[in-house]
């Protein structure tokens, strides 16, 4: 099992940038992709971006694509989430995920979760 804990959220006014942080433990040393998701306000929780054990693979979801930037060390069992020119729809609660095997793009490919944090962009 993996277990995941994220960082690095607040409030950013509109056009400002945040670098979040999934630190994660226990089996790491078997190769696992990670995923960001985010999760609005009444809103179902939907794919932001997903990155190979090797960071050689990436993707991203069109609303984010050009102004976020995944990225891992594996050294310190950390993958980060670059944030820039931020919108206020970009505000959600933002969550890491785990999965041993290739990248997913689905809440349902991935079995451990992170708790979580906050990102708030103010207009």
């Known amino acids: 099992q993996v277990q995941l804990v994220e960082s690095g959220g607040g409030l950013v006014q509109a056009g400002g940038s945040l670098r979040l942080s999934c630190a994660a433990s226990g089996r790491t040393s078997t190769s696992y992709a990670v995923g960001w998701f985010r999760q609005a306000a009444g809103k179902e929780r939907e794919f932001v971006a997903t990155?190979?054990?090797?960071?050689?693979?990436?993707y991203y979801a069109d609303s984010v694509k050009g102004r976020f930037t995944t990225s891992r060390d594996n050294a310190k069992n950390t993958v980060y989430l670059q944030m820039n020119s931020l919108k206020p729809e970009d505000t959600a609660v933002y969550y890491c995920?785990?999965?041993?095997?290739?990248?997913?793009?689905?809440?349902?490919?991935?079995?451990?979760w992170g708790q979580g944090t906050q990102v708030t962009v103010s207009s």
């Open positions: 995920a785990a999965r041993y095997g290739t990248n997913g793009y689905d809440t349902r490919e991935y079995a451990y």
């Open positions: 990155i190979s054990w090797s960071g050689g693979s990436t």
